[in-house]
């Protein structure tokens, strides 16, 4: 009798291994697609996110299966999905993922045909080229946008004097006047002032934009096919910040870390900056444009030489991972085409508290929609400014890394303009695949 | 197996015998031995994220590439600095505290055990948010430790200077490294041949003769497990590195481990990762097999 049961209990063991198996691989019908999607805006909030998806279904009769990534590390989870053959069918990001890496590496569903000629007059140009790969394919479709910029505690620059070397109205200053800034706040209150955040991670576009604007270097070439941050005017940035009392080079912290120690009143600026942070720039919920302890924010365009600088963009929509069923692709496409493309476009908008990417959709006039939010309608004066979106140019993964340890490098050098030139040289190189 | 048992039942024994093995075995086979083989396949091929272009056999490009990459090297010494530094100490602080916990009361003994036992137990990203911030360059209490008692003038930014953040990631590796060869120490110890020790004092042994001539031979197999697994642990040391540094500063604390996943996940070349991991686990084994050698001649 223990025999017999052993034997049943072994066979169960196995049957049940099975089915596990079978199941994994029972086909699904178009009736569910899974969305992945970064913390973008409330996008990243599971509330908010079921709120629009709920809607798509009760129209479309479409469930939506939805993940939420981290940028610590979403790209792992999405890279080993991909592997496995277990990808989601849709994506939620920006360019630099979708087209510049999985779209890149043949893993993207081709969207050209979700762009009929009235959507490409109505989408802001940069974000509609940057959806596109050279050779015309589409694999992403976007929906929003917004310019990363820096921030200050103006709190702390009245009592330091410094209030005098900003322009509040236009949020601007020179770079002449930002270091003359840091200087007044350092006699003031010491170390630290800000931080070149150079741990890795997250953030880089914050780093990026202040060593470029700085002295007008550039990042790449406008054809983005080549990297050019060992220019001369980088390098001179890049000196100018390490011989600046008050701002370090410090590779122990990453852009999350840059922006708690600003909101604790640590820092007296932030680099890593956008409206989402100005909305709501903890989780403490204590109130939007202010420190913990009551300090105002305000955000800043990054300084340059004239004042007027180019910043960084960031372009998010949806991409569909080629997962070589035409139903879900289709159900994808419906979803893309209703939350970017239709009467409902507006919720998906506000629930990123980003900027549309295009004045209208399907008829409908959407450039209004933040008219009632006064940080958002302020913050639209940073817009103007938006730079070249490079971040589509070709290795963008091992440059982003590069360009880290560049940071890392000159802040552990001693400072001399060979030693920063050796180090810029070398990386620039390394994201240049040379 | 009873041979008293007919055919039939020894057969059905047989059966129901493989049957259990079956779920392990097929487990073992999908998620140990057949990834394993990949990873000696790949390594020898440019496999990479790119569906659009097929894999290509290179043979040994990959290995060759290695030794002329400068961040792998300095990941390779890196490693081995946290492996000839960790284990150690960790053998012999952990040899030490239960030598010191194991004659001790029940109540004692197992506050003691709780003790050094909860690093390993708390979640590793538990731990490391602690360690953070506690090695904070702004506020962390290090900082404001050796400040206040007037050893430094200035913060140091312990994760942030090439000087110091491999070191304060050992100091981490140790905390969360010792909690179990304490148990198995304690353990070992206790069961010790008392009549032995107890012989040995009679005939006027000391103490340290005792250790050394009686305990030590008896718990060497214990030692023996605690050295391989520690060393083999701290060879893949990779969870401290991605949640405090990156690698960094400057590469100071990138280990083999970091590296493979960096290599393989950021940029894609599965093929150098896993060339990567095959030299390491051939370090591992070697290590080992040295460790087991040398118990054995003991």
């Known amino acids: 009798m223990k025999k017999i049961i052993s034997l049943l209990l072994a066979l169960c063991l196995v049957v049940s291994m099975a089915s596990v198996v079978m199941a994994a691989d029972a086909p699904e019908g178009a009736s569910e697609i899974t969305l992945w999607t970064y913390p973008i805006g409330n996008w990243g909030n599971e509330a908010t996110v079921k709120e629009l998806t709920d809607a798509f279904t009760a129209e479309t009769g479409i469930a939506v299966k939805v993940e939420y990534l981290t940028y610590a590390d979403g790209d792992d989870k999405v890279n080993t999905a991909i592997t496995a053959k277990q990808a989601p069918d849709l994506i939620m990001e920006g360019p630099e993922r979708l087209v510049s890496n999985w779209g890149a590496n043949g893993y993207m569903v081709d969207i050209a045909d979700l762009f009929e000629e009235e959507d490409k007059a109505e989408i802001n140009p940069a974000a509609l080229a940057a959806c596109f790969a050279p050779d015309g394919a589409a694999y992403e479709y976007p929906l929003v946008m917004t310019a990363h910029c820096m921030a200050i505690n103006y709190n702390a620059f009245v009592e330091a004097g410094a209030d005098q070397y900003i322009d509040k109205e236009t949020h601007t200053w020179t770079s002449e006047q930002f270091l003359a800034a840091v200087n007044a706040l350092y006699e003031t209150f010491g170390d630290p002032i800000g931080a070149i955040y150079c741990n890795g991670q997250g953030g880089d576009q914050g780093t990026r934009a202040l060593v470029n604007n700085l002295c007008g270097g550039s990042f790449t070439n406008p054809e983005h096919t080549a990297y050019t941050w060992d220019d001369e005017k980088n390098i001179q940035a890049l000196k100018i910040l390490y011989d600046l009392n008050g701002i370090d080079y410090d590779a122990s912290i990453v852009g999350g870390d840059e922006i708690a120690n600003f909101y604790n009143g640590i820092f007296k600026m932030a680099f890593c900056w956008n409206i989402a942070q100005q909305l709501n720039p903890n989780s403490a919920d204590t109130g939007a444009g202010l420190t913990l302890n009551g300090d105002e924010i305000v955000f800043m365009a990054f300084p340059s030489e004239d004042g007027v600088a180019k910043l960084q963009g960031g372009i998010w929509g949806f991409g569909i991972f080629d997962n070589g069923d035409a139903g879900k692709i289709e159900a994808a496409k419906t979803f893309i085409k209703y939350m970017c493309d239709s009467e409902h476009t507006a919720d998906a908008v506000r629930a990123s508290n980003f900027f549309a990417v295009r004045g209208t959709t399907e008829g409908i006039d959407i450039s209004g929609i933040w008219s009632d939010n006064e940080i958002m309608n302020e913050y639209t004066k940073l817009m103007p400014m938006l730079g070249d979106y490079y971040q589509v140019t070709t290795n963008w993964a091992a440059a982003r890394t590069a360009w880290w340890n560049m940071l890392q490098q000159v802040g552990a050098g001693d400072g001399s303009e060979e030693a920063i030139a050796a180090a810029v040289a070398d990386f620039c190189a390394q994201a240049n695949g040379q | ?298």
């Open chain 2, 1 to 298: 197996m009873d041979k008293t048992l007919s055919p039939k039942l020894r057969r059905q024994e047989n059966i129901s015998g493989y049957l259990f093995l079956l779920p392990s075995l097929v487990f073992f086979l999908a998620f140990v031995v057949y990834p394993m083989v990949m990873c000696i396949w790949t390594s020898f091929t440019d496999a990479n994220m790119n569906s659009n272009t097929a894999d290509h056999f290179i043979f040994l490009d990959n290995y060759i590439e290695l030794w002329k990459d400068p961040v792998f090297l300095k990941a390779l010494v890196n490693t081995l600095i946290i492996v000839f530094v960790s284990v150690p100490i960790v053998c012999i602080f952990s040899l030490w505290v239960a030598s010191v916990i194991h004659k001790m009361k029940e109540g004692p003994l197992s506050f003691f055990r709780i003790v050094f036992y909860l690093p390993v137990v708390t979640g590793s990203v538990a731990v490391t948010v602690v360690w953070k911030w506690m090695y904070n360059n702004y506020y962390g209490i290090f900082n404001y430790v050796l400040k206040s008692t007037g050893v430094i003038d200035k913060n140091i930014n312990w994760l942030g200077d090439s000087k110091f953040a491999l070191w304060c990631i050992i100091i981490i590796l140790l905390t969360t490294s010792v909690g179990q060869p304490i148990v198995l120490y304690v353990s070992a110890l206790s069961n010790v041949d008392h009549s032995l020790v107890e012989a040995s004092q009679v005939d006027g042994a000391t103490n340290t003769q005792v250790f050394w001539r009686i305990c030590w031979p008896q718990i060497m197999p214990t030692t023996l497990y605690i050295l391989v697994i520690t060393t083999i642990n701290s060879f893949q040391c990779f969870a401290l590195i991605q949640l405090l540094t990156s690698g960094g500063p400057n590469y100071a604390t990138e280990t083999v481990m970091y590296y493979i996943y960096y290599t393989a996940f950021k940029l894609y070349r599965f093929g150098y990762g896993n060339a990567m991991g095959v030299i390491l686990a051939i370090f591992i084994a070697i290590l080992s097999a040295v460790q087991f050698r040398l118990a054995k001649e003991k």
